[in-house]
């Protein structure tokens, strides 16, 4: 089955322990991505990958980074999480291209206290 | 970036047909029209997307304005699963990787 999947799907952390959130496809997408999504704010993006080794900022990117060393995998790192990173995280893949459909992970939604 | 504007909610009644609206008088002659939507607890799931002409596929139809300044998705027979909030978003041929949900439509379906 084509999927996204995210781990962990449920996380409660301390501020400043480091942590990282898992997003793998099986579909041989180029295209990676990770959204947060926030009361009052809808889901903005915080980067996003054309393909292997090749990660870009998107537009709230501060507090986070990403690696891709493989096509199916895109971590989530935060090295030093804070309270206002407290959301529901979600992870995207496609094929390159504005005309394919975005598929996305059922979310991960983290506490910082 | 061209920007969309939808309705905060509308409501439906199951296997009513629902059409959504969306307005986006500013969109560019390469801007493809997407829809999203987004069940309750789960991620986006995309519904339809087109270019110029009126597009079908199982889960609904996409009515684009001559003009290209509107469109309209339309849920043929509304189900209480329709229940979401639905996304209407432009994508560009140069940047159109990054989805800009904005805050969308409501749909309420009611039995």
């Known amino acids: 089955e084509a999927q996204v999947t995210q781990n962990p799907r449920y996380l409660i952390t301390v501020t400043g322990k480091k942590l990282t959130v898992t997003c793998s496809q099986n579909?041989?997408?180029?295209?990676m991505s990770w959204y947060r999504q926030d009361p009052g704010l809808g889901l903005r993006q915080i980067y996003y990958s054309m393909n292997v080794e090749v990660t870009d900022k998107g537009d709230v990117p501060e507090g986070y980074k990403v690696s891709r060393k493989e096509k199916r995998n895109f971590p989530l790192i935060l090295e030093s999480p804070s309270p206002n990173q407290t959301s529901l995280y979600f992870c995207?893949?496609?094929?390159?291209?504005?005309?394919?459909?975005?598929?996305f992970g059922p979310g991960t939604r983290l506490t910082v206290t | 970036d061209a920007k969309t504007t939808q309705p905060n909610s509308m409501e439906s009644n199951e296997e009513e047909p629902v059409h959504l609206p969306c307005n986006h008088s500013?969109?560019?002659?390469?801007?493809?029209i997407h829809w999203y939507r987004q069940l309750p607890s789960q991620g986006p799931e995309y519904v339809i997307h087109?270019?110029?002409s009126n597009v079908n596929n199982r889960m609904a139809s996409l009515a684009i304005a001559e003009d290209r300044k509107s469109s309209t998705l339309i849920l043929h027979r509304a189900t209480l699963r329709d229940a979401a909030v639905y996304y209407c978003?432009?994508?560009?041929?140069?940047?159109?990787?990054?989805?800009?949900f904005g805050k969308g439509t409501s749909l309420l379906v009611t039995p």
């Open positions: 579909m041989n997408h180029e295209y």
């Open positions: 500013t969109i560019s002659g390469t801007d493809y």
């Open positions: 995207a893949s496609s094929f390159k291209g504005q005309k394919n459909e975005q598929y």
């Open positions: 978003i432009l994508r560009d041929a140069l940047t159109g990787y990054a989805l800009n």
């Open positions: 087109g270019l110029t």
